[in-house]
């Protein structure tokens, strides 16, 4: 096994680097990484990079991404999510019918700004936010923002919500569920959360880690998947060459800003290149090796 990527369904409980430790031991290679991390509690969708195929988790990490949320009423924890300790609590008295909380959640969909939670990966001054938030420290947070591509309620059965979001990267569904809480005057908190889609990695196709010791070379998409989203050009044989060899070449899409997948005559993937506006050729951002 040379590389490729895995669309890993991890289960709650798994840390995303407990999931890379584990395709490791089945595929005996060192070099593998993921795309988009995972709270340990949380289940869902953790694609999985082999070798080579590393240089492209950035084209994975970077797309939108979609969830399934539960959101409980009533109390809030120092996490965001039910892995935390009590802070609040309240009536659930006060929520409207599920109508008008239906219709809340929608002014929520767009540009917002979020600030991240404290027990969060993002580092200030080097250190993680979650590391002083286990030493007990808050700091100031500044506000990010993301959006919010769309939000669709499936139930309500107080006090608890359930719903779909397809959002930005960099987006905290911890964070979203305090702040629809927030809008109704009632304290919430993440229960549960299961990420559904990571760009074209979705539930509908995702191994669980039994499917994938069981039949690990079946689990594997090959490294182009990443960028199935790019405009593909294919360079023939000369080019391709110097492509890979991390020189600018000529081709058709030049003088058109944007990023395209580069393919040899085989339809093997040689890298990803960018065209300029106002430049002639494809300038090498990534090559794969061969």
């Known amino acids: 096994m040379t590389g490729g990527i895995i669309n890993v369904l991890k289960p709650p409980g798994m840390t995303s680097h407990d999931v890379v430790a584990f395709v490791r031991r089945v595929y005996g290679l060192k070099k593998v990484g993921h795309a988009g991390t995972l709270d340990p509690a949380a289940a869902g969708i953790l694609p999985v990079f082999l070798g080579p195929a590393t240089r492209l988790i950035e084209y994975t990490a970077d797309r939108d991404k979609a969830y399934r949320v539960e959101l409980t009423f009533g109390y809030a924890t120092d996490t965001g999510d039910d892995t935390g300790a009590v802070i609040r609590r309240a009536s659930t008295d006060g929520l409207p019918a599920a109508g008008e909380l239906f219709a809340v959640l929608q002014d929520f969909v767009g540009t917002i700004d979020q600030i991240p939670p404290m027990h969060s990966a993002i580092k200030i001054a080097g250190k993680k936010l979650y590391e002083l938030a286990r030493e007990g420290i808050e700091i100031e947070r500044q506000p990010r923002k993301v959006v919010i591509k769309a939000i669709r309620p499936i139930k309500l059965d107080p006090p608890v919500l359930l719903f779909d979001v397809a959002c930005s990267k960099g987006t905290y569904i911890r964070s979203l569920c305090l702040d629809i809480g927030e809008r109704l005057g009632c304290p919430a908190t993440m229960s549960f959360l299961v990420r559904t889609r990571v760009g074209d990695f979705d539930l509908d196709h995702a191994f669980s880690l039994e499917e994938i010791a069981a039949e690990p070379k079946a689990a594997v998409l090959p490294a182009e998947h990443a960028v199935r989203h790019l405009p593909g050009i294919i360079l023939p044989s000369a080019a391709s060459r110097a492509f890979g060899n991390g020189?600018?070449?000529?081709?058709?899409?030049?003088?058109?800003?944007?990023?395209?997948?580069?393919?040899?005559?085989?339809?093997?993937?040689?890298?990803?290149?960018?065209?300029?506006?106002?430049?002639?050729?494809?300038?090498?951002?990534?090559?794969?090796?061969h």
């Open 247 to 289: 020189q600018v070449v000529a081709c058709e899409a030049g003088g058109r800003t944007a990023l395209y997948a580069v393919f040899d005559e085989r339809g093997v993937l040689v890298g990803i290149g960018e065209s300029t506006s106002g430049q002639s050729g494809l300038k090498p951002l990534k090559v794969m090796p």
